[in-house]
């Protein structure tokens, strides 16, 4: 019945936002910092028998959520600890600082997401968390304190992969059969994966170095964006894609990296670095020169800096008047981390067609991910999917960062499929470093795949008012 109500293909992110709004007035809403507890109006009406109900739990990074689940896919409640405002004060996500809150917070959200589903614990069917890849700190704290409770209420045990669980996510709210292609982009991962099946994958490439929201993250904060006024409490992507609308991204050149690799790696280090040159040359010409490391070297110094300790020290610097023309190198920015990805995805999207691992008709193209909730980058990438006859479809925002929601569904998924599904947790450990699913991507380099240009309508997207 709800699967009928509410699942339906939708090929553009409109519909898709649309969407959203009609399963966020199922669950609770999520601020950042505070959690809110909201009883859904649909279940205090109508009875209802679900057969599974799987409680997520996310805390493999900043984020403490949880959520609980039913097998058609209906959220009975969530609840969601944002640290995002303490680790933008300290620059940055300090491991112990990140541990410290979960371990402050987890138990409180665990119970929010219970209370607002109107479930016990001893209904619940299996818990399913997040054990790989993260900050090691961060897994511990989720997974220690979810064998607790399959311990005390004997329930089975479901291990998540975060990277599994943001690509299946779009199960939730749409009906897409597998294979499709995905495209995972956040503050600590970039990968491209064709989805074959639940727990089945194909690596088809990832970022050598740095993911796009670290990036992102880095120059806003080399920027001292926290210090605008209108983007003082947003993340790094956000707070450049906000500004970005407002600048001109001509003013500054910023090309696309690894233009001469025809793989589906990706890089954003280079980016990073020229991003950083450019600003320094303007706080040369604006005269800000603020922080002690400006003081003692200079710009050409700087560049002969090794990448590792020029990243340690920009991604420190907190101080710093904001330069004038912050829009328009976020606008440069943002445009030239859309280009990667988006030539990337579409040397992918060609790839998949052309080996015949996915069919040229009805093929969908999943975007997930923190970043992915960037509406520039999304409506560069439909510009891709329509060219080569795709779909493309992304979570709602709030479905893209980490969530509950996302794990506690990947439970269902795996139960559905009976696959990892564990009534003994002996043994069970977490894993930082995680990759997913098999590594293909030497295959699609040897191939060398040429993509044809869409300059001329990337640089219209360029100079539409999102
Ligand atoms: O998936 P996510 O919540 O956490 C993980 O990294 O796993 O992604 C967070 C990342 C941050 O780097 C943040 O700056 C970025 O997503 N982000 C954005 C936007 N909103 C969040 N990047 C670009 N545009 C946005 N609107
Ligand atoms: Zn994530």
Redesign the pocket.
């Known amino acids: 019945m709800f699967w009928v109500q509410f699942f339906s293909r939708h090929a553009s992110v409109q519909k898709i936002l649309a969407i959203s709004s009609v399963t966020r007035r199922t669950s609770k809403s999520v601020k950042h910092g505070r959690s809110v507890c909201l009883r859904s109006i649909f279940f205090n009406s109508v009875k209802y028998y679900p057969t599974k109900l799987v409680l997520g739990i996310e805390t493999?990074?900043?984020?403490t959520a949880a959520a609980v689940v039913d097998d058609t896919g209906k959220i009975l409640g969530e609840a969601l600890h944002s640290q995002n405002e303490v680790h933008l004060k300290t620059g940055g996500i300090i491991p112990p600082v990140a541990q410290q809150l979960h371990r402050e917070n987890i138990e409180r959200i665990v119970k929010e997401t219970l209370c607002v589903s109107g479930i016990s614990l001893d209904e619940l069917s299996a818990v399913a968390t997040t054990v790989k890849p993260?900050l090691a700190l961060s897994l511990g704290v989720g997974l220690e304190y979810s064998l607790k409770l399959v311990d005390k209420y004997k329930k089975p045990f479901i291990p998540i992969h975060?990277m599994e669980a943001?690509a299946l996510t779009i199960r939730l709210i749409n009906q897409v059969e597998f294979p499709f292609l995905v495209l995972l982009?956040?503050?600590?991962?970039c990968i491209l994966v064709v989805a074959q099946g639940v727990s089945d994958f194909l690596l088809l490439g990832q970022s050598v170095d740095i993911?796009?929201?670290?990036m992102?993250?880095k120059v806003?904060r080399r920027l001292s964006l926290t210090k605008h006024p209108e983007c003082c409490k947003?993340?790094?992507?956000?707070?450049?894609?906000?500004l970005a609308q407002q600048g001109n991204r001509l003013h500054y050149e910023l090309r696309a990296p690894m233009q001469h690799h025809r793989n589906c790696n990706f890089s954003f280090s280079g980016l990073h670095f020229n991003a950083t040159r450019i600003i320094m040359q303007k706080e040369k010409e604006e005269g800000i020169f603020q922080s002690k490391i400006h003081t003692n070297c200079t710009p050409d110094l700087w560049l002969y800096l090794q990448k590792p300790l020029l990243l340690t020290i920009s991604a420190g610097l907190q101080e710093g008047h904001l330069l004038s023309c912050v829009t328009d190198i976020a606008a440069a920015v943002?445009h030239a981390v859309a280009l990667h990805i988006v030539q990337r995805t579409h040397r992918a999207i060609l790839f998949c067609i052309k080996s015949g691992i996915l069919s040229q008709t009805n093929a969908t193209l999943v975007v997930s991910?923190?970043?992915a909730?960037?509406?520039?980058?999304l409506r560069a990438l439909q510009i891709v999917t329509d060219a080569t006859n795709f779909n493309l479809l992304c979570p709602p925002?709030r479905l893209?960062?980490?969530n509950g929601v996302m794990i506690a569904w990947n439970g269902i998924e795996r139960m559905r499929a009976g696959l990892g599904v564990l009534h003994s947790t002996d043994g069970i450990r977490y894993e930082p470093k995680a990759s997913l699913g098999i590594d293909i991507s030497e295959q699609v380099g040897e191939v060398a795949i040429k993509v044809p240009s869409l300059e001329v309508s990337l640089n219209e997207l360029a100079t539409i008012n999102l």
């Open positions: 493999s990074c900043d984020d993260g975060h943001h982009i956040s503050g600590g991962h993911a796009p929201g670290d992102l993250d806003a947003m993340s790094g992507g956000k707070a450049i894609e906000h943002q991910g923190g970043v909730s960037n509406q520039y980058i925002p893209c960062t980490d």
